[in-house]
């Protein structure tokens, strides 16, 4: 015969759970500083990558051109240890496989794209992730801003960027992704200067 326990079982499952969710909150309210530092550090080491002779990068404010350019969250004057500007930084993502993959794309005053990164994303290990790999994305160094590129051989008014083999819609959001940011330049340089 089984004994009726009554409401002190759950009465305990209720203080454990009250209590755990009152460490983990305590836990992240005391190790969020510590977060944030690190994601400031991140966002840095990236943009330095993308930018090695910059000595500062100044935010531009995007909110008259958030309507015609929703794929840019951010956007970079670059300046040298002089003070002198040196480049645009544009942050920006497309639709990709698995979600949304951002990119840094850096422009110089030349309208040259001096490089382009793509930033942490949810694409496929192994196929997806090529994205990162030298031999796609230095593809896009030293190209003229003012054109229209594509990973489609069809589309044969753009000029065509080597998609990864088994990884073409995570190649075209890269690519997508870099005109956005070339569409989006020739307004915010023509503003900055």
Do not use: W
């Not at 949810?122 to 997806?128: V, W």
């Not at 069809?154 to 997508?176: C, H, P, Q, W, Y």
Request: hydrophobic share 45%.
């Amino acid at each position: 015969m089984s004994k009726d326990k009554g409401f002190i079982p759950a009465l305990i499952l209720t203080l454990i759970v009250l209590i755990t969710t009152g460490l983990l909150a305590l836990t992240s309210s005391l190790t969020q500083a510590a977060r944030d530092t690190q994601a400031i550090a991140l966002a840095n080491a990236n943009r330095q990558a993308v930018c090695p002779d910059a000595s500062t990068f100044d935010p531009i404010d995007l909110t008259p051109y958030a309507a015609d350019h929703p794929g840019i969250s951010e956007a970079y004057t670059v300046r040298d240890a002089n003070g002198g500007m040196i480049a645009f930084l544009y942050r920006s993502a497309f639709r990709g496989y698995a979600g949304e993959v951002p990119v840094l794309v850096a422009i110089d005053l030349n309208n040259t794209v001096i490089r382009v990164l793509p930033l942490e994303n949810d694409e496929t290990p192994g196929l997806g992730k090529k994205i990162a790999d030298d031999s796609f994305i230095r593809q896009y160094d030293n190209l003229d801003a003012s054109l229209i590129y594509t990973v489609k051989p069809n589309e044969t008014d753009k000029v065509l960027i080597d998609s990864i083999a088994g990884a073409t819609i995570s190649s075209n959001a890269v690519t997508r992704a870099v005109n956005q940011a070339t569409a989006l330049h020739p307004d915010i340089a023509a503003e900055v200067k």
